[in-house]
């Protein structure tokens, strides 16, 4: 797929040189992006940003710097303290390789080198041209709320709360899929839109269809995670049976999620067509986005 | 002291209020900031600020950032992964009160606020002014670099990677002291020079005092923990008998020590008079920060 490479090379390019008596640091947090990944967010922010005609250089920074979050966000998940994950992709994770220490500060690394990325973006803004200049302060306020103690951040926090707790209201749930998952596609989306100079009216647009995005996005991780169950077991599993009412999917039953997510879907490429431009391949992207089977 | 409760003012307006589901890392992040400590960076700013005639408000987000950053910096030192501290100021450490989890999120929590406050802080940057956005762009720009892996980060990262070794050459300790303490006061000063709209050489100045600042400040440290060691063991300590060479006394002995920030004081000094502005604030400060017996 060409425009995967396209994302992978503008990623790289902002990724760190392996020099320096700290190069440690440099190698943990290039193994931590290059991982893989499917590259979601920084592909649904550059083609938003083509959507309003966007044809500049100042989204790359931007593109680069949120898959940086992102993987923060997955390096100190995956942490003892946090999930203790080992594996994630098929791979060891960041903090098997180069030890808990470096796991540590690679997140802090890679959060850092995000709003150092950014910084360096506005290098890409005119600054005698005071509407870019407005346009780069709106992205970089959004991007940074969303990652933080007031977005994924919260969502993090929440999550980590919930783990021993037997039920968690729906309402709990859907704070949950709005902030961990949520704010990094709304950010995505929503940045790629203001960059692209989109006028009020059409970034509340996007900002909705981003919303309605994240929450189908996390219901289909949960429909596939109780029909990868079920395909284990060899027999259907009521939601009943699960160990807690932890999912969405918990709460209102498999066949009333799907039809969410049908909704959902609907609802965001309706609202899409409500704005002026046309870019076929992001309605396909969050049609598969939406709908994948993995 | 007046100047202490300023800042101690201007930091507390840009913490968050301790309510929503995600209130535990408000909580944390509050409670590491207000841990107390002397607010040496957010001063160095101010002052450097008002040294180059700067009276706006697009300074009070800065300095709020960079006490952010350094706490951030302490509450993941502190993790156990890293130097494994519970107490700090004569208080538990973040992680002891709110766990481990917790302790790493808000951290997390602290550096990306530092970066959502210097977003909102383009607020107060006239954007049809480019001269203002010029400013801030390189504020913004050296602070960034300052905090992360080319900066602090990298500090922390050869401090670690060091401790197990037995003898660490000269240079390697001069690249720990100008990076670990060094980068963030070397920022303090630079980015209130910056916003205060300094030209070049003025900066390029404070640069090279900060730097000496940096230095001198971290050398001092060794001195007062030989000297707090002798006093504990009731005799002298030659640098020999340390445990290792993991310090600058260790390596050229206490009264060459001495000296040497004897003289980089006085250089610090002599730059500064330099300058056209006159801030005895600041003169007096950076001395007592320098020569201060504990």
Same mark, same amino acid.
């Given at each position: ?7 992978? %090379? !503008? ?11 700290? %190069?440690?640091? @440099?190698?943990?947090?290039?193994? *931590?992006?290059? *991982?893989?990944?499917?590259? !979601? ?49 098929? %791979? ?47 992205? @970089? ?37 709005? #902030? #961990? ?96 431009? #046309? ?13 994948? #089977?993995?």
């Amino acid at each position: 797929m060409d425009e995967l490479k396209i994302i992978e %090379k !503008i990623i790289s390019e902002y990724m760190p040189k392996e020099d320096g008596l700290q %190069k440690t640091i @440099f190698e943990g947090m290039n193994y *931590a992006v290059s *991982a893989g990944g499917k590259r !979601i967010r920084p592909i649904l922010m550059y083609e938003t940003y083509k959507l309003f005609g966007g044809n500049g250089d100042v989204i790359k920074p931007f593109m680069a710097a949120i898959e940086m979050i992102h993987t923060y966000s997955l390096v100190h998940d995956d942490m003892p303290c946090v999930d203790n994950d080992d594996m994630r992709r098929g %791979k060891p994770t960041t903090h098997i390789v180069y030890g808990e220490t470096m796991g540590l500060f690679v997140g802090d690394g890679l959060l850092n080198l995000a709003f150092e990325t950014i910084a360096n973006g506005m290098d890409y803004v005119d600054t005698a041209d005071s509407k870019q200049v407005e346009a780069y302060k709106e992205a @970089f306020k959004y991007i940074s709320k969303c990652a933080g103690s007031f977005g994924m951040l919260a969502g993090q926090v929440v999550d980590k709360e919930s783990e021993d707790k037997e039920d968690i209201d729906l309402d709990t749930i859907m704070y949950l899929y709005e #902030k #961990k998952t949520g704010e990094l596609l709304r950010a995505s989306m929503v940045v790629g839109a203001i960059l692209a100079g989109a006028d009020k009216t059409d970034v509340d647009i996007i900002e909705k269809v981003a919303t309605n995005v994240g929450i189908a996005f996390q219901i289909q991780d949960d429909i596939l995670d109780v029909i990868g169950t079920e395909e284990e077991l060899g027999k259907p599993i009521g939601s009943d049976e699960r160990n807690n009412k932890s999912t969405y999917v918990a709460h209102v039953g498999l066949e009333e999620s799907k039809e969410e997510v049908k909704r959902l879907t609907n609802e965001a490429i309706e609202l899409l067509s409500e704005i002026d431009g #046309k870019n076929e391949f992001l309605e396909e992207f969050l049609t598969f986005l939406i709908n994948r #089977k993995k």
